[in-house]
């Protein structure tokens, strides 16, 4: 009976799952157990017989969806090894859920806008719309910009906290790489590199169940340097963020890819989710 590696956790841990399906081939049974609803396809099936043949559980912790019971009892059994959610928030200190935003498939499964803006939201409805609204924007979203460097505290000390829950850390190398490198395309959406780095950090600690030698480890990297899953959809980021925090990486003239396929500035992606088309 093939060994069995069980993974629980968001997109993320889905895209995890199929590297080492990927890189592992048919040698080990690969089942990704999600932690949310994805409107885009059906929950993994995880049979009895995969629970008795489970030998790792790779547990991506989610206190507000913990792993289920059924997993729990495998992994008291199995090696496991936990990994925090990767996902980033000083980049975009105006997220916010748009009300407006609902699922639409099955081109716009999350929504047209499932990164919304809270300025924008808050001219909504004070009844503004169109170029008058995003006029309006401009200026009240650099009066209502927070102070930077004191965010990038706080969100280094929000990793740090995370990171003492897992054996797999992340807070560090994030905060020492992210004005060098894009890191992310939103909030909760890594680039290949992270997902490699730390999927080989993972890999690192799972002891003879993978075998995790040199060569393994440069595979799974090679492998995320020219895969990006997340890479469909990039959120644009304020110019006011990218000249407080100096990043080396994003300039006034980059362009973001929208989920059409269309490559826009900021002012173009603001302009079209204020219109909501």
Known sequence: ???????YGNCQAGVYADALRKILGSNRRIRWVSSFDDPTQPQEA????????????????DSGRPMPETIIGTANR??????PPLDFNLLWPFNFNDPRNVS???DYPFGRFPYGDRIVVELLREGLTGSALWDVYRQRSVVKLPDMQRLRIYESKRLSARDEKTDVKVGALIMSEFKEKRLFWAINHPTGWLLGKV????????????????ALLATIQAFFDNYE??????VPIH???VRQLNLAWCT???RYRYLDGSMLTFEETMCRYIDFR
């Open 252 to 254: 006034a003239e980059q």
């Open 1 to 7: 009976m093939a060994e069995t590696i069980v993974i």
């Open 239 to 241: 110019p006011g963020v």
């Open 46 to 61: 995880v049979s009895r017989e995969d629970l008795e043949s489970c030998t790792l559980v790779l547990e991506q912790i």
């Open 104 to 106: 639409e498939p099955p």
């Open 199 to 214: 999927f080989s950090d993972i890999v690192g600690l799972c002891g003879e169940h993978l075998e995790s030698d040199g």
């Open 229 to 234: 899953p997340f890479g469909h959809h990039a």
């Open 78 to 83: 199995a090696q496991t090894v936990r990994f």
